[in-house]
Nanobody, 127 residues
Framework: QVQLVESGGGSVQAGGSLRLSCAASGYTYSSTYMGWFRQAPGKEREGVAAIYTSGDSTYYADSVKGRFTISQDNAKNTLSLQMNSLKPEDTGMYYC????????????????????WGQGTQVTVSS
């Protein structure tokens, strides 16, 4: 059974940092993409960052470039998101996603193509 479990969310003040983790089990993700997405109340889910699991190429939404870093630990089957210089507009539920189909970089930050999702972890940034 495929399972993605996020952790590391919390409440921080603007300018602070958080590190999110996603533990994957039941599946080995190779030659595909994994990503982080977020959804604020009343808004659509949006792509934050993605990584190609067999090459470490990374992709970021413009709003987080230079502040967020996505990484993977293949030995531990773990995906991470280091978030620095957090802003109130980063507030939302953050989701881990895996197994993009079709496997195309143009879809990496689009939620619709991912087959597996975690339950989410809440990030709240206060001003």
């Amino acid at each position: 059974q495929v399972q993605l479990v996020e952790s590391g969310g919390g409440s921080v003040q603007a300018g602070g940092s958080l590190r999110l983790s996603c533990a994957a089990s039941g599946y080995t993700y190779s030659s595909t993409y994994m990503g982080w997405f977020r959804q604020a109340p009343g808004k659509e889910r949006e792509g934050v960052a993605a990584i190609y699991t067999s090459g470490d190429s990374t992709y970021y939404a413009d709003s987080v470039k230079g502040r967020f870093t996505i990484s993977q630990d293949n030995a531990k089957n773990t995906l991470s998101l280091q978030m620095n210089s957090l802003k109130p507009e980063d507030t939302g539920m953050y989701y881990c996603a895996a197994d993009l189909e079709p496997v195309w970089v143009g879809y990496a930050l689009i939620p619709n193509g991912y087959n597996y999702w975690g339950q989410g972890t809440q990030v709240t940034v206060s001003s």
